[in-house]
């Protein structure tokens, strides 16, 4: 079974400028989360999606940060324009609901804002 | 709001000997689902244990198991026979389902080196 796919890797751009990232998850999982991991922290989520709908995006920056998922199933992340302390790992997880409850984890997009 | 409490920065264990992760955590909520997730440099978010609160019993997961007080709200993780691949962060996180929630919660990771 194929695991959550994100991309880019890595992704470097000046303060100011905007970027996107992408996740692919697993397959049948209605569940999608993006996550920021800032450098010696653990992951703070910024939203959650039930299929395309939005359950708890208290976190996101909504004046720079937007998110989507498109017909249940891939999603994208937006920042524009990005700030320094942007610089993060983005991470994306997708999980199957109950009764595993289980989040599984994509590699991460290493995200460089100078 | 939940928050998890890491206390150890930084382990270090010799190849085969046990070592124990310590994890507080603060919840209302009776309802809820703890984790043990590793991050090795590649920086992937591997699950490496999950325990439900309802359950009295400490999962165990071959060479990694629990110590699950729920009064306390503690939840240890202890690794048997340590191997070279345990080398990685570890990140503690309990997670609601009470409602429609189910996001984890982090603590700040424990940074473990197991030596040759």
């Known amino acids: 079974e194929a695991g959550v796919a994100q991309s880019p890797r890595y992704k470097i751009i000046e303060k100011r400028q905007s970027v996107a990232f992408w996740c692919n998850p697993i397959s049948g999982h209605a569940t999608l989360y993006w996550y920021q991991q800032i450098l010696g922290q653990g992951p703070k989520l910024l939203i959650q999606?039930?299929?395309?709908?939005?359950?708890?995006d208290s976190q996101l920056p909504k004046d720079r940060f937007s998110a989507e998922r498109l017909k249940g199933v891939d999603s994208t992340l937006k920042i524009q324009p990005a700030k320094l302390e942007d610089s993060a790992v983005y991470l994306c997880?997708?999980?199957?609901?109950?009764?595993?409850?289980?989040?599984?984890f994509g590699a991460g997009t290493r995200l460089s804002v100078l | 709001a939940q928050t998890v409490t890491q206390s150890q920065p930084e382990m270090s264990v010799q190849e085969a000997e046990t070592v124990t992760l310590s994890c507080t955590y603060d919840t209302s909520e009776n309802n809820y689902y703890l984790f043990w997730y590793k991050q090795p440099p590649s920086r992937q978010m591997i699950l490496v244990i999950r325990q439900e609160a309802y359950k009295q019993q400490n999962a165990t997961e071959n060479r990694f198991s629990v110590n699950f007080q729920k009064a306390a709200k503690s939840f240890s993780l202890k690794i048997s026979d340590s191997q070279l691949g345990d080398t990685a962060m570890y990140f503690c996180a309990p997670a609601n389902y009470g409602g429609s929630q189910g996001n984890l919660i982090f603590g700040k990771g424990t940074k473990l080196s197991v030596k040759p």
């Open positions: 997880a997708s999980s199957s609901g109950h009764p595993e409850n289980i989040q599984y």
């Open positions: 999606f039930q299929n395309n709908g939005v359950v708890d």
